[in-house]
């Protein structure tokens, strides 16, 4: 199938999906009980299933009508067959050998296997070498014993696992021979594939409300000694033969190269969740007067104030800015992954590393850029129909599944400060941390030059990343590694942030030095990438003058040049944001529809409250009279 850019998918998709027989008719789902909500959202997640199905989609275009742009309008209150599609399945596809996959994957594509990714704990998320769910292998049944030693080893979170799934890898400490050999996947049975029942031994259900992605069907499990097949334990990377010898896999951390791929499409799709919340702002933020009059006697714009100006403007050249990026990251996965299934490892550290911060910076930027929205369209944005909370819900909720930001960050600190001592091994032609070994660029810092910001935002990283690789080296001898490690988390972290930042950054640089179709696009996207720039200083402004180069006057400069660069954005922003190519029914906002008809739109939705129904509801006798109030 040929690959289609972005824009295309979704024209594609305009037709596909919200003209799908099973789609196009949506209900309000506000006033649904769970129960209701989950039904809901499971019919209609089974009807995109089959649509990608019946399309022969590949990877690009599932992660297309995966993406959060899609499924606010197909799954609105989360899709509770997300970790099937974006984690089961592609674990099977990597982590299965060929055997595995011709025995599993057309029961999965035929439906009759629905899968989650079971790995955490109630005790252990973060920590996964501590997981304690153990899989002990006994060579003369030729299985595997699965048990949950007590509750706090319970599995908890699985996306798909509360009612839905009927199949899980799960992620368990394997035993053979008689020794520990670490965390290893094993496909395994939960429910009867006919009556949906669990299997003997299986404790499983869902663990109940979040803050939002309420019907993504969360769940709990416990083995109780549960016998698994030998042929189970996906067997790609390591292998338990039968009589329970054990190949090692060819590199120690195989079997964590789902997290990797889950965490670049987190990064890829958080971006649309952003660039719908700066529609809606963008959009609302024209429609909305308020304020003394002006001399034509209408009231401003909320838009041409200058504090909503620094609101909105901003999160859109991130939009820009960290799609670019992102989309990047995700053609890298695809070619690291090719190398990995071919049996060269040398460019996974990397890769790990960079996802880990990228996953980390962009839910991070994205969640306070989408609350910053949220605040910008004052009372109307704390509406649930403004969309704005379920957005945020979302976007944080990416700060936290698939491995918390803090940690992934030190992840990535780890692989730097290796970097910078010297000690790890020395980075590929086009890696991401060349900037380490060499001097640090010295471009003066002028306002107005983008390739003088780069380099700045070049020499914080430097400066952040080889200030703290010294102070770690210095407590080393002094203390114990845990300790000095611990010392320093705070800076690691800050040097890692400031790592994905430059990344981010070099990247569109070079995405705007590239685009050639139009001399109008590119004037745009350096206005953007100026934007972006100057509000990623005025962030981070005492880093800039500690390791930036910057003095307390290009500060000053760079201030002030950050508010005239918006009022330059502003009247592109309604362009910007049309250019998302986001139909109304993706968007689905009574703010941030593309006619403006705001207040139309919010008394629409208040007629859906059951609360209006009758002109005095049964309430007011049963419960104010009777309490004689
Ligand atoms: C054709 C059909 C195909 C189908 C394809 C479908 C495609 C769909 C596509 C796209 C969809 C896009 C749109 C959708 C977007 C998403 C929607 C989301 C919906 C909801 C989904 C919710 C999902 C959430 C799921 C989860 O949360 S699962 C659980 C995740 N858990 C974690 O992430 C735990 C975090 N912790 C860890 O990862 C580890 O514990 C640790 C912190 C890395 C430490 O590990 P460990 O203790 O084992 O490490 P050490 O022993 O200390 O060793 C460290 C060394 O190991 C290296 N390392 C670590 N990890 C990795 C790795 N992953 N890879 C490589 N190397 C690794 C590390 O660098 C150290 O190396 P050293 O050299 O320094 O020693
Ligand atoms: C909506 C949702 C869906 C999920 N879906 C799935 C799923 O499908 N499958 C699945 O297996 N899991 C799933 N999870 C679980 C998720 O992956 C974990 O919650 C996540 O990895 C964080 O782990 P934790 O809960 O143990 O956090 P913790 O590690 O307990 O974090 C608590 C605090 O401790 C800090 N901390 C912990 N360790 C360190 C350290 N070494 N250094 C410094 N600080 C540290 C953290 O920074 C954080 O501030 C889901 C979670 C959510 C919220």
């Given at each position: 199938m040929?690959s289609?850019?972005?824009?295309?998918?979704?024209?594609?998709?305009?037709?596909?999906?919200?003209?799908?027989?099973?789609?196009?008719?949506?209900?309000?789902?506000?006033?649904?009980?769970?129960?209701?909500?989950?039904?809901?959202?499971?019919?209609?997640?089974?009807?995109?299933?089959?649509?990608i199905d019946?399309?022969?989609?590949?990877?690009?275009?599932?992660?297309?009508?995966?993406?959060?742009?899609?499924?606010?309008f197909?799954?609105?209150?989360?899709n509770?067959?997300?970790?099937?599609?974006?984690?089961?399945?592609?674990?099977?596809?990597?982590?299965?050998d060929?055997?595995?996959?011709?025995?599993?994957?057309?029961?999965?594509?035929?439906?009759?296997?629905?899968?989650?990714?079971?790995?955490?704990?109630?005790?252990?998320?973060t920590?996964?070498?501590?997981?304690?769910?153990?899989?002990?292998?006994?060579?003369?049944?030729?299985?595997?014993?699965?048990?949950?030693?007590d509750?706090?080893?319970?599995?908890?979170?699985p996306?798909?696992?509360?009612?839905?799934?009927?199949?899980?890898?799960?992620?368990?400490?394997?035993?053979?021979?008689?020794?520990?050999r670490?965390?290893?996947?094993?496909?395994?049975?939960?429910?009867?594939?006919e009556?949906?029942?669990?299997?003997?031994?299986?404790?499983?259900?869902?663990?109940?409300?979040k803050?939002?992605?309420?019907?993504?069907?969360?769940?709990?499990?416990?083995?109780?000694?549960?016998?698994?097949?030998?042929e189970?334990?996906?067997?790609?990377?390591?292998?338990?033969?039968?009589?329970?010898?054990?190949?090692?896999?060819?590199?120690q951390?195989?079997?964590y190269?789902?997290?990797?791929f889950?965490?670049?499409?987190?990064?890829?799709?958080?971006?649309?969740?952003?660039?719908?919340?700066a529609?809606?702002?963008?959009?609302?933020?024209?429609?909305?007067?308020?304020?003394?009059?002006?001399?034509?006697?209408?009231?401003?714009?909320?838009?041409?104030?200058?504090?909503?100006?620094?609101?909105?403007?901003?999160?859109?050249?991130?939009?820009?800015?960290?799609?670019?990026?992102?989309?990047?990251?995700?053609?890298?996965?695809?070619?690291?992954?090719?190398?990995?299934?071919?049996?060269?490892?040398?460019?996974?550290?990397?890769?790990?590393?960079?996802?880990?911060?990228?996953?980390?910076?962009?839910?991070?930027?994205?969640?306070?850029?989408?609350?910053?929205?949220?605040?910008?369209?004052?009372g109307?944005?704390?509406?649930?129909?403004?969309?704005?909370?379920?957005?945020y819900?979302?976007?944080?909720?990416?700060?936290?599944?698939?491995?918390?930001?803090?940690?992934?960050?030190?992840?990535?600190?780890?692989?730097?400060?290796?970097?910078?001592?010297?000690?790890?091994?020395?980075?590929?032609a086009?890696?991401?941390?060349?900037?380490?070994?060499?001097p640090?660029?010295?471009?003066?810092?002028?306002?107005?030059?983008?390739?003088?910001?780069?380099?700045?935002?070049?020499?914080?990283?430097?400066?952040?990343?080889?200030?703290?690789?010294?102070?770690?080296?210095?407590d080393?001898?002094?203390?114990?590694?845990?300790?000095?490690?611990?010392?320093?988390?705070?800076?690691?972290?800050?040097?890692?942030?400031?790592?994905?930042?430059?990344?981010?950054?070099?990247?569109?640089?070079?995405?705007?030095?590239?685009?050639?179709?139009?001399?109008?696009?590119q004037?745009?996207?350096?206005?953007?990438?100026?934007v972006?720039?100057?509000?990623?200083?005025?962030?981070?402004?005492?880093?800039?003058?500690?390791?930036?180069?910057?003095?307390?006057?290009?500060?000053?400069?760079?201030?002030?040049?950050?508010?005239r660069?918006l009022?330059?954005?502003?009247?592109?922003?309604?362009?910007?944001?049309?250019?998302?190519?986001?139909?109304?029914?993706?968007?689905?906002?009574?703010?941030?529809?593309?006619?403006?008809?705001?207040?139309?739109?919010?008394?629409?939705?208040?007629?859906?409250?059951p609360?209006?129904?009758?002109?005095?509801?049964?309430?007011?006798?049963?419960?104010?009279l009777r309490?004689?109030?």
């Amino acid at each position: 199938m040929v690959s289609r850019n972005r824009s295309q998918v979704k024209d594609h998709l305009g037709s596909k999906v919200l003209n799908h027989p099973e789609l196009r008719n949506t209900k309000a789902t506000e006033y649904m009980s769970h129960e209701e909500k989950y039904r809901y959202n499971l019919s209609r997640a089974t009807a995109m299933l089959k649509l990608i199905d019946e399309e022969g989609m590949d990877v690009n275009e599932i992660s297309k009508v995966m993406s959060h742009t899609v499924s606010g309008f197909t799954t609105p209150d989360g899709n509770p067959l997300a970790v099937h599609q974006v984690m089961f399945v592609p674990t099977l596809m990597n982590q299965a050998d060929d055997d595995q996959v011709s025995r599993w994957l057309g029961d999965v594509f035929n439906g009759t296997i629905v899968g989650t990714y079971a790995q955490t704990e109630l005790s252990h998320g973060t920590f996964v070498r501590g997981l304690r769910t153990t899989a002990t292998y006994d060579p003369a049944s030729r299985t595997f014993d699965l048990h949950t030693p007590d509750v706090s080893a319970a599995k908890w979170w699985p996306g798909g696992l509360g009612t839905t799934a009927n199949h899980a890898v799960v992620m368990a400490q394997l035993y053979t021979d008689g020794q520990p050999r670490g965390i290893h996947p094993f496909m395994v049975a939960i429910r009867d594939r006919e009556t949906h029942r669990p299997l003997p031994g299986i404790t499983v259900g869902e663990i109940g409300p979040k803050l939002g992605q309420n019907t993504l069907n969360n769940g709990y499990l416990l083995f109780d000694h549960v016998k698994v097949p030998r042929e189970n334990m996906l067997m790609r990377n390591a292998r338990v033969n039968e009589d329970g010898s054990y190949t090692k896999p060819s590199h120690q951390k195989a079997s964590y190269g789902t997290m990797v791929f889950t965490r670049v499409a987190i990064a890829l799709d958080t971006v649309d969740a952003l660039q719908i919340a700066a529609t809606i702002a963008a959009r609302y933020s024209i429609v909305r007067r308020q304020g003394e009059p002006r001399d034509d006697g209408q009231e401003p714009q909320i838009i041409d104030y200058q504090t909503q100006q620094l609101k909105v403007l901003p999160h859109i050249a991130a939009c820009y800015v960290l799609r670019a990026s992102t989309a990047r990251l995700w053609e890298h996965h695809t070619h690291v992954t090719s190398e990995v299934r071919g049996g060269d490892t040398a460019l996974l550290p990397e890769l790990h590393a960079t996802a880990c911060c990228l996953k980390a910076l962009v839910t991070q930027d994205c969640s306070e850029a989408i609350e910053a929205l949220r605040l910008s369209c004052g009372g109307h944005g704390y509406m649930t129909a403004s969309r704005l909370p379920a957005l945020y819900a979302y976007a944080t909720a990416g700060a936290t599944y698939e491995g918390e930001n803090t940690v992934l960050l030190l992840q990535t600190a780890r692989y730097l400060v290796k970097q910078a001592g010297g000690s790890h091994a020395p980075p590929a032609a086009g890696s991401a941390v060349t900037y380490l070994s060499r001097p640090a660029d010295d471009t003066p810092f002028a306002v107005g030059s983008p390739a003088a910001y780069v380099a700045a935002v070049g020499r914080v990283a430097r400066g952040r990343v080889t200030e703290v690789a010294a102070a770690l080296q210095a407590d080393r001898q002094t203390m114990p590694e845990a300790d000095a490690w611990n010392q320093s988390l705070v800076q690691l972290v800050a040097a890692a942030l400031a790592h994905g930042r430059y990344f981010v950054v070099r990247e569109f640089a070079e995405v705007v030095s590239q685009q050639s179709s139009s001399r109008a696009i590119q004037q745009m996207l350096q206005l953007l990438f100026s934007v972006y720039l100057a509000h990623a200083v005025s962030r981070a402004e005492g880093d800039f003058i500690t390791y930036g180069g910057l003095t307390p006057s290009d500060i000053r400069l760079n201030r002030r040049h950050l508010l005239r660069l918006l009022a330059e954005l502003r009247p592109h922003m309604i362009p910007l944001t049309d250019a998302f190519d986001l139909p109304d029914r993706l968007i689905n906002s009574t703010l941030g529809a593309w006619d403006g008809d705001v207040y139309r739109r919010m008394f629409e939705q208040a007629s859906h409250s059951p609360l209006n129904t009758d002109e005095v509801p049964a309430s007011f006798h049963q419960a104010m009279l009777r309490s004689k109030l």
